[in-house]
């Protein structure tokens, strides 16, 4: 589903955090993920629901076929639901993939030329191992890989396409596929009504006279 903030709500709201659903017919709760709205066929996950852009809605839910309208609820601790957002359902795609991203970093040690010693990065000889395949960045621009683990504390030299500098960081970025929680529930709790203060709509009893 595609959703974009409404804008009268500005209450943070968290990926797969129950949330209740107003799709087409349907209504039910869910603990949904959200990422980002292009045309790649990777998709980043975000971590909350931003206000400035329009975000996807991914859940586990029962088939229900485009165009239909979405209204995205979330149920206040006094049992009010406040709408935090509205879209449409995009579609049925359980090949959709969501993509969690996580940076590791580490600081140079030793720099030479073209190599450096980092540290920090890991903490034993078979993670540097396991991850050497993977390309490394650095914050200044640097682009390079892993040469080989030194001793048995996840120190490891690395090539690079120039020379670092000592205040430079060293960073991995690492993938991996997320789904959403199978949290589907078809009973929602029907919301408290709005009451009217007593204080506002009590009309003091000289003026009716």
């Not at 239909?68 to 049992?79: D, I, R, T, Y």
């Not at 090949?95 to 990065?121: E, Q, W």
């Not at 529930?185 to 009217?196: I, L, T």
Request: aromatic share 12%; charged share 25%; glycine share 6%.
């Amino acid at each position: 589903m595609v959703v974009r903030r409404d804008p009268g709500n500005t209450e943070p709201v968290k990926a797969k955090e129950e949330l209740i659903f107003h799709c087409g017919f349907r209504r039910f709760r869910a603990s949904p993920l959200f990422s980002q709205h292009t045309a790649a066929d990777k998709h980043k996950l975000q971590r909350f629901l931003t206000a400035d852009m329009a975000l996807v809605v991914t859940v586990y839910a029962p088939i229900t076929f485009p165009p239909a309208s979405v209204l995205l609820f979330k149920q206040k601790s006094n049992g009010m639901h406040s709408l935090i957002a509205t879209g449409h359902l995009m579609s049925v795609d359980p090949d959709r993939m969501v993509i969690k991203r996580v940076v590791l970093s580490g600081h140079p040690f030793k720099i030479f030329t073209k190599m450096a010693v980092v540290r920090y990065m890991f903490f034993n000889r078979e993670d540097v191992l396991w991850f050497k395949p993977v390309e490394l960045r650095t914050k200044w621009g640097r682009r390079g890989h892993i040469k080989e683990p030194l001793g048995t504390h996840g120190h490891m030299k690395c090539s690079f396409d120039g020379k670092l500098k000592s205040q430079d960081t060293v960073l991995m970025n690492l993938y991996k596929r997320v789904f959403p929680k199978w949290t589907y529930d078809p009973y929602v709790p029907e919301p408290v009504p709005w009451v009217k203060s007593e204080s506002s709509s009590v009309v003091p009893q000289e003026g009716m006279e």
